[in-house]
């Protein structure tokens, strides 16, 4: 039974557009070890092929197969929720591709649904319009809840905050697809075509891939090279079962010799 691994990418792979010292070394001894592996997003900004193009351009090579977005997981969901259904939405081309490609059309009057996700062309029009979407009967869905994002030039808001103003102006919650919901968390696991039991979340926000992991069974692992703290750690009611300062932690027999049981809750690997 080999394991497998769901990777976030931001603050694990790369801060902004700056490679994550040992990145690149974890993931081909991952392919030297034939073990499946799939980046997981909650930026549905980019298409699947956007994101092969970005981490090639860092000097990752992968295949479309190993990049799953919220943007994927929010259209997968809608098409078997409401097959062929329609959308207005407010986001970006990952979104609008994955809706496409799920058999949603986009509409700009009377949706089945209003979808938000990341962006930064979104203006107030489109919020009104949302909101008189949303009166009239249309369902609030979420890419993802992420409240803001961090760039090099430090934080925007993100998909998150364009859904607080929704439901705020609409009293109506949204539903998010993206993590730590067991939607997205479930149909990655399921594309890699492992068992819950094989799976390990490396992530470095407590919100979002460990409370994901914990939730879904997974064994999770908190990397301390994003937006975490080790510290931090004492506000959370769930803990990751392994902790470690980045990925290049993680490139070590020891790890990988850790998979026939679960992880040794809070052991750091580091010396
Ligand atoms: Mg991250």
Known sequence: MLPGYLIDMDGVI???TDLIEGAVDFINELKKRDLPFIFLTNNSQRTRRDVVTKLSRMGITVGEEHIFTC????????????PNGTAYVIGEGGLL???????????????DYVVVGEGRSMNFEMIEA??????????????????????????????????????????????????????????ARQELGISSAQTTMIGDTMETDILGGVEMGYRSVLVLSGGTALGD????????????????????EEFFQLEGARFPKMERLLA
């Open 71 to 82: 943007a994927m997981a929010t259209a997968r969901f809608l098409a078997q929720s409401k």
């Open 97 to 111: 591709h994955a809706l496409h490609r799920n058999g949603y059309s986009i509409v700009d009057h009377d949706p």
């Open 14 to 16: 790369y801060r902004g």
């Open 233 to 252: 750690l004492d506000y959370y009611a769930y803990q990751p079962d392994l902790v470690v300062d980045s990925i290049a932690d993680l490139n070590k």
């Open 130 to 187: 949302a909101v008189r979407m949303i009166e009239n009967g249309a369902k609030l869905i979420a890419t993802n809840m992420d409240p803001n994002c961090p760039t090099q030039n430090g934080l925007r808001p993100g998909c998150g905050a364009i859904v607080a103003m929704l439901e705020a102006a609409t009293k109506k919650k949204a539903f998010s697809v993206g993590k730590p919901s067991p939607v997205m968390m479930r149909s």
